[in-house]
T-cell receptor, first 116, second 114 residues
């Protein structure tokens, strides 16, 4: 079974500082990995995803993530935080390689706070 | 890009009544649709998976008679919360999957049962 663990339910950074949101996964097959952002009372917006190929994935709004198989990690980073980045972030893994269903399993979420 | 329209965005209903939530893929055909439930400050919990024309597959612990899912076409799935009670109050989100566009989420429905 696949699972996702996000370390740190709440991360606070100053505007302009580095953002690092941690995600570790467990999967018996090479995973598809995703990062989503959610603003209050809204759905999820895809930031980036890893399926195959280059392990450093660039997404929208300046975010990027690196797939590290040896560490079973897919941490999300952004060099310089903006106030508008304050939101809830979810890491997710898909079982698409092992199942036609392709369910997304989500981590617990990390609330990013950006201080002026 | 792919868009999923979810309606209504908010609904308040009386205890004992039923509520239907619609999820429509606007410009693509969704091979699979997923329904999630999200409690405040928590993650998304998968409730069920549905493929067009077949019965939904419910996750363990989800009452299929309470949460009726219909996926009548490749662009429309509905979730009906039957005989709603206050404990069913939550944020419900749908997601549509296509072979080309991956996963696209609706904007969510805030259900309040009074």
């Amino acid at each position: 079974a696949q699972s996702v663990t996000q370390l740190g339910s709440h991360v606070s950074v100053s505007e302009g500082a580095l953002v690092l949101l941690r995600c570790n996964y467990s999967s018996s097959v090479p995973p598809y990995l995703f990062w989503y952002v959610q603003y209050p009372n809204q759905g999820l917006q895809l930031l980036l995803k890893y399926t195959t190929g280059a392990t450093l994935v660039k997404g929208i709004n300046g975010f990027e993530a690196e797939f590290k198989k040896s560490e079973t990690s897919f941490h999300l980073t952004k060099p310089s935080a903006h106030m508008s980045d304050a939101a809830e972030y979810f890491c997710a893994v898909s079982d698409l390689r092992s199942s036609n269903t392709g369910k997304l399993i989500f981590g617990q979420g990390t609330t990013l706070q950006v201080k002026p | 890009g792919a868009v999923v329209s979810q309606h209504p965005s908010r609904v308040i209903c009386k205890s004992g009544t039923s509520v239907k939530i619609e999820c429509r893929s606007l410009d693509f055909q969704a091979t699979t649709m997923f329904w999630y439930r999200q409690f405040p400050k928590q993650s998304l919990m998968l409730m069920a998976t549905s493929n067009e024309g077949s019965k939904a597959t419910y996750e363990q612990g989800v009452e299929k008679d309470k949460f009726l899912i219909n996926h009548a076409s490749l662009t429309l799935s509905t979730l009906t919360v039957t005989s709603a009670h206050p404990e069913d109050s939550s944020f419900y989100i749908c997601s549509a999957r296509s072979w080309t566009d991956g996963y696209t989420f609706g904007s969510g429905t805030r259900l309040t049962v009074v």
